[in-house]
């Protein structure tokens, strides 16, 4: 099987955050989704080893933000590389928060959406989390990166916990 068919689905990537008390979590994701207009509402997809997953579960909302083909591996590595759960992945660069007080930078941004989560579904080793959109924000005109872009222009791998991740023989 060649995995890298799933390289050409049009999803993009995102940063997914989200803030329960003092607890932060954020990381990059492919698989966000616009899933109905009335209600206006998004899916994410998070693997549950992610400690954003966690975070996101207790806190019952969360910001997704389009990240931008300005964006670099520099920056896809701080918040994809790396655990929210011993490391601050917006320290050192600009924060700010959605009216749901969940963190995001609007560096690298096309647009944010603060989200409060209706539904969850647990799938294996992921969570799907369903949520209403209460404020979305456009921050730039930049062309939102798609998961092809990361893997054709910025050679970017799909790391391990990642939604389309496949273990090759």
């Known amino acids: 099987m060649d995995v890298t068919a799933m390289y050409k689905f049009q999803s993009g990537l995102y940063v997914v955050s989200a803030k329960d008390g003092e607890d932060v979590g954020a990381c990059i994701i492919n698989t966000g989704l616009q899933l109905t207009s009335e209600p206006l509402q998004v899916e994410v997809v998070v693997n549950k080893q992610n400690h954003t997953e966690s975070v996101i579960s207790k806190a019952g909302h969360f910001a997704l933000t389009v990240i931008t083909e300005t964006a670099n591996m520099l920056y896809i590595g701080r918040f994809g590389f790396r655990t929210s759960a011993d490391y601050n992945k ?47 924000q456009n921050i730039s005109d930049e062309t939102p990166m798609t998961y092809a872009y990361y893997h054709s222009v ?12 496949v273990a090759k023989d």
């Open 90 to 136: 917006f320290d050192g660069i600009e924060c700010q928060t959605t009216e749901l007080g969940d963190p995001y930078t609007p560096e690298n941004a096309a647009c944010v959406l603060a989200c409060e989560v209706v539904s969850s579904l647990d799938v294996g080793t992921h969570t799907i989390f369903v949520g209403k959109v209460v404020d979305a």
């Open 154 to 165: 910025l050679k970017g791998k799909t790391p391990p916990k990642a939604s389309s991740f």
